[in-house]
DNA sequence: CGCACATTTGACGAGAATCAACTGCAGTGG
DNA sequence: CCACTGCAGTTGATTCTCGTCAAATGTGCG
């Protein structure tokens, strides 16, 4: 496994996993699966019946324009549950799509098994519930950066969220993450072109805001960063 | 109340109150509140403690940046769920600001009951996970329409988005519905400047696909407008 | 009537998209 | 070993959508 994948000891740290979870994790963790890049995890408005966790690599949730517009609504990474909404009657509201080769986990006997015993993997079902909270507080701020800023803002705003979210699950050295998206990628989330992903990233570099090289990307100042990220600190300062 | 105040009986009529909700809603409906144009319902950062439901009014879901560029993330109309979170620890991702006067009610009780005695209202707690989900939905469309549309299809797509809500909860007639935000909030809402939304409103309208009378929105050809908002099918043909 | 506020209009400029070509690079096969 | 291929990244020229600024017009209301 590589050194971008999921450290298993680390993702239920604070989630106090109880006996039948401790079993019921390795048993999942045994079977790790696989797919690659470009395939699809869900289908929009196919049911959500699966849910995964993701060890490795990155997802993106998509949505399409008749003329081939594409528009990603949120990003998940090593340690997210990914295809999944605690609704049981719940339907994908875009696609989920493997930016990079991914490796993961279907945790549905959770889900289940909560079905049938409510309250049997508390622990999990707090991390879940957890994961959906904290996607609705990034589709807002998504929200403010698609909606009101401008392009190097976007990337700033978007370069620290990534950077916190690696942070928190061991992934991230060196004030650097992973950053294993394209630049059309990057253009289709930010919602703007790839040619002017491309020169707002030099633009970054220049300021020596971000540094890119070997896949990663680093902030050496992140103060500065967040100067750039011109959001005001209310929503920010809770988590 | 006017005629953009909510039908009661019509709130629930899906949601098959027990004798004991339909006592707690009788409660409920005899202490309507009332806020003015411009008061918070929520602050960002800020537990969410009082559910409320609207009655008649509207109200927006507003993140900031710095410098005063303002983003609405969502709006509130009659029957909707504002200014809560089913998870009792969740905090304000936004603020809550009343658009017009807002007749409401609160809906406190109900959570606490839920607290205190799980299952007792069914039929309101099923309403606002469906709440929730719904605007997680919309959240998706809003992204998609500000990431990646153009200003009339982000028009368009939006006044779909009102008319249909509207239909909803019996608020719409003759193919229209109320209209009462001035076009500045309307470009914090789609992302756009108030002269161009004007611009846009007015192409629309010389395009015969809006029109715009006494404080509401007409739209004469909704196949017409739909083909403006060039969204692919698959999200919006679950619903 | 006059005030505040929303809408409208025009002129201009800025940010970003588009188009097209070119570079660099890793993988492939002759 | 090296041309060949495909793809991501880069660059320049040009166009276009949209923002900004400022002023004018309209509208509800005390």
Not at 31 to 47: I, K, Y
Not at 125 to 142: G, I, T, V
Not at 167 to 182: D, I, K
Not at 205 to 227: F, V
């Amino acid at each position: 496994m590589s050194r971008d994948s999921l450290d298993l000891e680390g993702v239920l740290r604070d989630a106090k996993p109880s006996l039948h979870e401790a079993e019921l994790l390795e048993r999942c963790f045994a079977h790790t699966l696989t797919a690659e890049a470009g395939r699809e995890l869900q289908v929009a408005g196919s049911p959500l019946s699966r849910p995964k966790m993701i060890l490795s690599g990155w997802v993106g949730l998509a949505r399409f324009l008749d003329d081939g517009r594409r528009q990603f609504m949120d990003l998940h990474i090593a340690g997210d549950f990914t295809a999944f909404r605690l609704r049981s009657d719940a339907h994908a509201q875009a696609y989920a799509i493997c930016l990079t080769p991914v490796q993961y986990v279907e945790v549905a006997e959770i889900l289940h098994g909560v079905n049938a015993q409510p309250g049997l993997y508390p622990g999990l079902l707090a991390k879940m519930r957890a994961s959906e909270e904290e996607q609705r507080a990034r589709l807002f701020d998504h929200i403010l950066r698609v909606g009101r800023m401008l392009a190097h803002e976007r990337l700033a705003h978007f370069a620290l969220e990534l950077y916190r979210r690696h942070e928190r699950v061991g992934l991230a050295t060196a004030q650097s993450f992973p950053m294993p998206l394209t630049q059309e990628v990057l253009g289709d989330v930010l919602g703007l072109s790839t040619v002017h992903i491309n020169r707002t990233l030099q633009q970054l570099r220049r300021e020596g805001l971000l540094k890119t090289a070997n896949g990663r990307w680093q902030i050496p100042n992140i103060e500065a960063l967040r100067a750039v990220a011109a959001e005001t600190r209310e929503p920010g300062s809770i988590s």
